[in-house]
């Protein structure tokens, strides 16, 4: 694992909320806008481009955790404004918090947790 980041640095990625993004179980739809389901995913991907930057090509990160504090709508067609921080590098740890926003309200608060390891070991985990 590279050790290219340090508590603070940041990362930011855009999502449009499209219809398939929207509070819905069993393809009923139960509040037009987007989920807390899509919220957790879309942040869990921000946070990643953490990971994707510092592994090294023998390794490949998991997702050990993510939290949501869904704080407001997002209607269709809304752009979300993901911002992510790396709250904590340890080994081969990284926790990242994170806001979602569209323009100035904010819609979720979180963190995510995401561990490093060479693929092999994943693969033998994942094979067992």
């Keep these: 694992m590279k050790n290219i980041f340090s508590v603070g640095d940041k990362k930011e990625y855009q999502f449009v909320v ?9 393809g009923k739809v139960v509040h037009p806008v987007c989920s807390t389901f899509t919220i957790a995913r879309e942040a869990e991907w921000t946070t990643r481009q953490f990971v994707i930057d510092l592994k090294e090509e023998h390794e490949e990160g998991i997702g050990t955790f993510v939290t949501v504090e869904h704080k407001a709508p997002a209607k269709v067609g809304s752009i979300i404004l993901f911002e992510a921080w790396i709250d904590r590098l340890e080994q081969n740890e990284i926790v990242c918090r994170y806001q979602a926003s569209v323009q ?22 994942l094979n067992s």
């Design 18 to 26: 499209t219809d398939k993004d929207v509070a819905a179980f069993h």
């Design 104 to 125: 100035n309200k904010v819609v979720a608060t979180g963190t995510t947790g995401q561990k490093v390891f060479a693929k092999e070991k994943i693969e033998k985990l």
